[in-house]
């Protein structure tokens, strides 16, 4: 499914998690690495306005839809793909490398939130091997020399899946240059995938998720922070929608 906006076009290449884990299985057993990018409507008015996070998406080799208003714009457009949400693609990504004998990284967050949250997947996927972990320093450089040395001491630890929760638009920035300087590493970029885990940040309940109010749950919990993250998607979404049904 392409989604295209004013200044940018993503084709959504991977439409449901089968999928999804055929591809990045095939990618582990000849270690071919792979960038994982999760697509919503705040990477929406990211890429409409930043032509640095146009050039990350553009090196993104696995793109899924995340949040229920890309669900219903591919539906539009005819092609109708399945909800990925990052957060809920830890687990299976890590039973699978479990299960394929691939060793993992986590990347983000803080030190006690990705050590609790490896705690957690080892408990979710049994055998599973986290051979590297590295909280960033404040203000990090996704692309800059600190990420250079980071991605060097990832690829010297053997992993060939990384989990990446710094938020967008790092994440896929370091995604981007991951696949430069350690061409056998699956990044995926999964936001606050891990600090679920850990227990440092609450998901809304099932219930909420169920009937697509998600971001009304996290919106109460930090009006200041999201009002107006929230506010630029909710103005992007009728044109992507409208552009979604010319192109059926």
């Given amino acids: 499914m392409r989604l295209t906006g004013k200044n940018f076009t993503v084709e959504i290449n991977v439409p449901t998690r089968g999928a999804l884990m055929q591809d990045v299985a095939q990618r582990f057993a000849v270690q071919d690495g792979f960038a994982l990018a999760t697509i919503n409507l705040d990477h929406v008015t990211k890429l409409e306005q930043s032509e640095s996070f146009r050039a990350?998406?553009?090196?993104?080799?696995?793109?899924?839809?995340?949040?229920?208003?890309?669900?219903?714009?591919?539906r539009l457009a005819g092609s109708p793909?399945?909800?990925?949400?990052?957060?809920?693609?830890?687990?299976?990504?890590?039973?699978?490398?479990?299960e394929l004998g691939v060793s993992v990284a986590l990347i983000g967050s803080s030190d006690a939130s990705l050590n609790a949250a490896g705690e957690a997947l080892k408990d979710a996927a049994p055998g599973l091997e986290i051979a590297f972990i590295h909280a960033p320093e404040y203000g990090f450089d996704p692309t800059g020399e600190s990420a250079q040395a980071i991605l060097r001491n990832l690829d010297a630890s053997g992993a060939q899946l990384a989990f990446l929760a710094l938020g967008a638009p790092k994440q896929e920035s370091f995604a981007a240059l991951g696949r430069t300087l350690a061409p056998r590493v699956g990044f995926a970029s999964i936001g606050a995938g891990l600090d679920f885990?850990?227990?440092?940040?609450?998901?809304?309940?099932?219930?909420?998720?169920?009937?697509?109010?998600?971001?009304?749950?996290?919106?109460?919990?930090?009006?200041?922070?999201?009002?107006?993250?929230?506010?630029?998607?909710?103005?992007?979404?009728?044109?992507?929608?409208?552009?979604?049904?010319?192109s059926r």
């Fill in 197 to 246: 885990l850990s227990g440092a940040q609450v998901r809304a309940p099932k219930w909420v998720r169920s009937i697509a109010m998600e971001w009304l749950w996290r919106l109460a919990g930090n009006p200041r922070r999201l009002f107006g993250r929230y506010a630029m998607s909710a103005l992007a979404l009728p044109g992507l929608a409208w552009r979604s049904v010319r």
């Fill in 56 to 74: 990350a998406y553009a090196a993104q080799d696995l793109v899924v839809a995340d949040g229920n208003p890309i669900v219903w714009v591919s």
């Fill in 81 to 98: 793909v399945e909800l990925m949400p990052g957060s809920e693609l830890v687990v299976p990504l890590a039973r699978l490398a479990a």
